[in-house]
């Protein structure tokens, strides 16, 4: 059986909320449409993500470097970038229920195919050819106005005291990127680097989307790991489909399984993009974007040194030659990473009578690596000498020290939250000096002397 088939979203949810990895955000007050918090595991989670990413684009890189720019930024930016006029999501609103729908997933829920990037006038002509067919989701009718393109800047009042701060507002940054932009000039003339290279990015970024669906892949507040790559024009397309190809090994190394992910073609390019693909993963709702991979021609640089009047050419070194540095990106957020990894790792097993929820979790990414149990509570012995282990292992690994009842619970809870080892400290080991390390995956164990624990881990997670 196809175990995609199994594994719903409401397990994955179910899970991260039991075992503390993602919560509804301010639950406590009935929560925050489209917001959530990561729990204890799940901040480990995603800043193994990030940690794991930030090591492939900016260690193993040498012409790749970071930057940690601020979330609010000159208002004008979002005038340059285009997105004060068209950073918007195609929303129609029901006449009677009045819910509010964004067009493109209302079509795609009736089997029609639709673009969020098509342009309003596109849209708004597949949905009169269909407007028969649709019906709104909330309460069954077909009724619905015409459709608006809604913006999707959060704004704030930030530094502005007056009443009417809305005609002026600031912007909660819509992308990471602007910030890789706008400090392009500054990165060039202090870090000794030339074209191609690359700025490498992983912040906060907002956008108020309309319709708040499928957990943590679209929410309001959310992280993005953006890396844009600057080149030449003649190089933008053979360094594209090198970006390609890395961001697909990338999410491999991830241990996500190839069959699950694939790339979507856009054919409806904005004006100045040379070509534009997303890798798609096979989440539990179906296939969805995951990662954009964009080649931008000049478009960005262009249009920053039109509104800020500075000059954010390049001359070659070598050629002399001056021009405006092409921009190809690779745009992936946290949270769709997180639900990936979780959806592709999630396995459900019948063990005799119990079925085991286990999360095959890539090793380098599991939140506790190794879990550390004394068989008994009540044995101070198998305590203080579980305890001296964990006290040394943690000091290399994240790990769990647990004494909370029998071994298989304890099993258990560990299997759900992905730790790939747990050593036991039973009566052998104070006798022999050894202890048992069991496998999550083949749930095999193995006897370890203590003085062999730190070798044996280092084999196992040094590949
Ligand atoms: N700078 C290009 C850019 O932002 P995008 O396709 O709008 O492109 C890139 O977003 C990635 O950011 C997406 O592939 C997705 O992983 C993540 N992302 C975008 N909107 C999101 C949202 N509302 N919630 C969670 N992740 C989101």
New binding site residues.
Partial sequence: MDKKADITLEKIVSLCKRRGFVFPSSEIYGGLAAIYDYGPYGVELANNIKQAWWKQMVQLNDNIIGLDSAIFMHPKIWEASGHVAGFSDPLVECKKCHSRLRLDHLLEGCGITADEKMSEEEIGKIFEKNKGKIKCPGCGVSDFTDVKKFNLLVQSNLGNFTSDWQKEPVYLRG?T?QGIYVNYKSVLGSARVKIPFGIAQIGKAF?N?ITARQFI???RE?E?M?MQYFVSPEEEMKEYEKLKEARWQFHLSLGIKEKNLSWHKHENLVFYAKAAY?IEYNFPFGFA????VHARGDYDLTQHAKFSGQDLSYIDPQTNKKYTPHII?S???V??TFLAVLADAYEEEKIGEEIRTVLKINRHLAPVKIAVFPLLKNKSELVKKAKEIYGKLKKTYMCEFDDNGNIGKRYRRQDEIGTPYCLTVDFDTLEKGDVTVRDRDNMEQVRIKIEDLESYFQGKFSA
């Fill in positions: 992308e990127c956008r989307e892949f679209r929410t959310f993005q953006e997303d974007e995951l990662e954009g990106e745009s992936v957020g949270g769709r």
